[in-house]
């Protein structure tokens, strides 16, 4: 894998992570005590950094990888 190629690999995965933890959030006691208009902008960033997400696998399944090596199950 080239150097460029690992670093797309890792952008998604921490990008993953960091969805995972928006996500989670979302889903606390604390989001509800939020203004509404935070959690408008927390909504849409959410959203955005999905949608990034989905055009990095994307990426990553067209550098035609091993099956086992990189590749980022949906």
């Not at 690992?6 to 203004?35: C, N, P, W």
């Not at 989905?54 to 990189?70: H, N, S, W």
């Amino acid at each position: 894998m080239q150097d460029w190629q690992q670093r797309v690999v890792g952008e998604e995965a921490e990008l993953s992570m960091k969805i995972e933890k928006l996500d989670a959030f979302i889903k606390t006691a604390s989001y509800s005590k939020l203004h509404p208009d935070d959690r408008v902008l927390l909504d849409t960033q959410l959203k955005y950094m999905s949608a990034y997400r989905a055009v990095l696998v994307a990426r990553i399944k067209r550098f035609e990888l091993p099956a086992d090596v990189g590749r980022v199950e949906d």
